[in-house]
């Protein structure tokens, strides 16, 4: 079995020691995810890349799995407020704070209604790549960066038949999400790996990134979850 990890920065593991920010293979053997492999004695394959939109994260694991013997996919899902496009037979992910693609990125977050397509888009690519892995019998886990935009009344979502139809179609036993930061654990949204970490005060990187304690006890706290679902697919 190998492990298959989709996702951005956090699953590429920015700002760990054992990473550099680019380049092929350059990703950290550091992470939750790639932690979690090395305690299931099981292989570990890299398919995220930083700055990763959702369409990149569900393509990017499509072509991994497709060429990878026995996987079990494992995807850590990234904000909505990013897009993927082709330019010039390049896939590139944009957002509206980077500078990649500036006049088209400028043009299209404002003249698109971010607020609904974005989470109609997340919602739609999470419930691609679970149709994938249910038709082509991949075990699977997800998780989340920030669910804030998946799983709350933001955006309207419950009030939108298209939304809740999208939403209504995953499967969230599939999920993995981490106790709210506070003491009154039952009022609150259970997290997504970023909002965990910042809440829990980890340490957390120059540009943004959780550290090697946050990713070390991240998988300490999925592994239950991670576990079964791999004894499952055995």
């Not at 020691?17 to 053997?29: K, L, N, T, V």
Request: glycine share 4%; net charge negative.
């Amino acid at each position: 079995m190998i492990l298959v990890a989709g996702g951005d920065s956090f699953v590429w593991g920015s700002e760990l020691a054992d990473s550099p920010h680019g380049g092929q293979y350059g990703y950290s053997r550091s992470t939750y995810s790639a932690l979690l492999a090395k305690q299931a004695d099981i292989d570990y394959v890299c398919a995220a890349y930083p700055g990763n939109a959702n369409q990149a994260i569900s393509r990017m694991a499509i072509n991994s799995c497709h060429s990878s013997k026995d996987p079990f996919l494992f995807v850590t899902w990234t904000y909505p407020q990013r897009a993927e496009f082709m330019f010039n037979d390049e896939w590139k992910s944009i957002n509206s704070w980077h500078t990649n693609e500036k006049e088209f990125s400028k043009h299209y977050f404002n003249h698109t209604n971010s607020e609904y397509f974005e989470l109609y888009s997340t919602l739609k690519e999470i419930l691609f790549l679970q149709q994938y892995c249910q038709v082509t019998h991949i075990p699977y886990l997800f998780m989340t960066a920030d669910n804030h935009f998946y799983q709350t009344e933001n955006y309207h979502r419950r009030s939108n038949f298209e939304l809740n139809n999208l939403y209504n179609q995953i499967d969230w036993q599939s999920w993995f999400f981490f106790p709210a930061g506070t003491q009154d654990n039952e009022t609150q949204a259970p997290r997504g790996f970023y909002q965990w970490a910042i809440e829990n005060k980890y340490s957390i990187g120059a540009n943004g990134h959780p550290l090697e304690q946050a990713h070390q006890d991240a998988a300490l706290l999925i592994k239950e979850k991670f576990n079964e679902l791999v004894k499952k697919s055995i």
